[in-house]
């Protein structure tokens, strides 16, 4: 019995190393959009490191997720990449090399769609949302469109990279570890929020 753990734990030992190693390998981003009305998201994102060279990378590139939905600095609602289904709105266009997002253009009708359709309905009864496409960028809550966010759909979207950012568990696509699943996988609005990207920088 005492072989058999020890070999168990060892196997998990070499897991976590694993993981821990292929985490440090990826490169990472905060961002922050400003809409109008009073309404703000706060983000980061993670890809690989060897996709740093690429133009762009897509929503299937993506290793870990999260943004945060704000009105008059009172947070509304999240949204992260482990909460995804097959029926979730999901479309992802970033451009590692200029460290920003791609906006509406004549290539790009609708580059970016987390967890929001062009019309801003399905975000879900509780859900958030974020979506470009040719009439503007926008959000969505609770299954409705935020018209009051809208700015205009070409506006420049840039990340500030720093491979510091803390995810929180739902954000990442990695399998969960010595029971983190049950735990932390579903984290609440109420964690610890993420910080703009000035702040970030000015605290280290």
């Known amino acids: 019995m005492r072989v058999r753990m ?8 070499a897991l976590v190393a694993g993981t821990s190693a292929g985490r440090a390998a990826d490169l990472a981003w905060r961002f922050e959009w400003q809409g ?6 706060r983000g ?15 929503a299937e590139d993506v290793e870990c997720f999260v943004v945060e939905g704000y009105h008059d600095d009172e947070p509304i609602g999240r949204w992260a990449l482990g909460m995804k289904t097959d ?6 266009t970033f451009r590692p090399r200029q460290s920003e997002f791609a906006v509406f253009g004549p290539e790009s009708p609708m580059p970016q769609a987390w967890n929001m359709n062009g019309f ?6 509780e859900g958030f949302g974020f979506n470009i496409g040719n009439a503007a960028q926008d959000l969505c809550l609770n299954g409705r469109l935020l018209t009051a966010s809208q ?8 990340a500030t990279r720093d491979d510091a950012v803390s995810f929180p568990a739902d954000a990442c696509l990695a ?25 970030a920088a000015a605290g280290r």
């Not at 029926?87 to 992802?92: I, P, Y």
């Not at 801003?120 to 009864?125: P, Q, Y």
């Not at 996988?185 to 610890?192: G, H, I, N």
């Open 120 to 125: 801003g309905t399905d975000c879900g009864r």
């Open 151 to 158: 700015v205009t759909p070409s506006r420049p979207f840039p």
């Open 44 to 58: 980061a994102i993670a890809i690989d490191a060897a996709l740093a060279e690429r133009d762009y990378v897509y």
């Open 6 to 13: 020890k070999h168990a734990v060892i196997a998990v030992l």
């Open 87 to 92: 029926e979730t709105s999901w479309a992802l």
């Open 36 to 41: 109008n009305g009073g309404y703000e998201m």
């Open 175 to 199: 399998p969960a570890l010595l029971g983190q699943a049950d735990a932390e996988a579903l984290r609440p609005a109420s964690y610890v929020p993420l910080m703009r990207p000035e702040a």
